[in-house]
């Protein structure tokens, strides 16, 4: 007998955690992914929710008018979000299991695609393979939104001042953690997660995006739920060239 998988309790008011120990999803969408959902009703062709987790950004597009294809490398994840998905958006919601960079999709198949809380689980190549097949993924004139953790987050904020020093000289990816067991205070949360983190930051994301051959529109910090002027996150908003 098969038993249905069900979405876990907040870790914390408003935040979910994942089923692969890959930290949380917020309930509440930040402000680059909910320009993501507003553009993404606008949208003639479909868009892609790469990262989806629960889908809390899926269900917004789809509210919106959208056709969303929602991708995780969680199948729990996808399960859950098609569950919870209400049956009169379900016509224009497809679903697949996939894990960037390794994951595909044809060439110009998606008008604009959101990539949230996932780039800092890469590492630097893996985030250059990844932003160059989205690139490819997007139709001409289509439109990346990214939302990554920074140095600034959470458990990580302990490590800011290295950051900081590290920045300034000139290191190409001074978020680097290479052992996130040094951060945690409970060394039994880390099962299950990977041993490293590259948390990034605004310039970081417009860099890397600019050399994946997007017209970067928008690079900058944001908070997190309410707090919109907190340095929680990194958004980057970019275009792929007509």
């Known amino acids: ?6 979405r876990p309790k907040p870790f914390i008011a408003g935040l979910v955690p994942t089923l692969n120990h890959r930290g949380f999803m917020s309930e509440t969408l930040d402000r680059f992914s909910a320009e993501f959902a507003a553009h993404a009703g606008a949208c003639a062709a479909p868009v892609l929710d790469m990262g989806c987790a629960y889908g809390v950004a899926t269900r917004a597009a789809l509210e919106q008018g959208a056709t ?23 016509p ?16 110009g198949a998606f008008a604009a695609i959101l990539c949230s809380r996932v780039l800092h689980f890469l590492l630097a190549a893996e985030i250059r ?31 800011a001042p290295a950051y900081e020093q590290r920045k300034a000289a000139g290191e190409e990816w001074p978020g680097f953690i290479e052992d996130i067991a040094a951060y945690l205070p409970d060394r039994a949360a880390i099962a299950g997660m990977l041993p490293y983190l590259n948390p990034l930051d605004p310039d970081i994301l ?15 910090f944001t908070g997190r739920g309410a707090d919109r002027e907190g340095r929680h996150h990194a958004g980057a908003i970019a275009r792929r060239p007509a």
Not at 92 to 103: E, I, W
Not at 206 to 220: I, L, Y
């Open 129 to 159: 393979s990844s932003l160059e097949k989205m690139h490819d993924w997007l139709q001409p004139g289509g439109r990346l939104f990214l939302v990554a953790d920074t140095p600034y987050s959470g458990f990580w904020s302990a490590g």
């Open 1 to 6: 007998m098969s038993t249905t998988i069900q």
């Open 68 to 90: 969303v294809h929602a991708c995780d490398m969680e199948p729990g994840h996808v399960e859950i979000l098609a569950r919870e998905t209400p049956e009169d958006l379900r």
């Open 92 to 107: 224009r919601l497809s679903t697949s299991v996939g894990l960037l960079p390794g994951v595909d999709f044809p060439g």
């Open 206 to 220: 417009a860099r890397e995006c600019a050399r994946a051959g997007f017209v970067v529109e928008e690079a900058a």
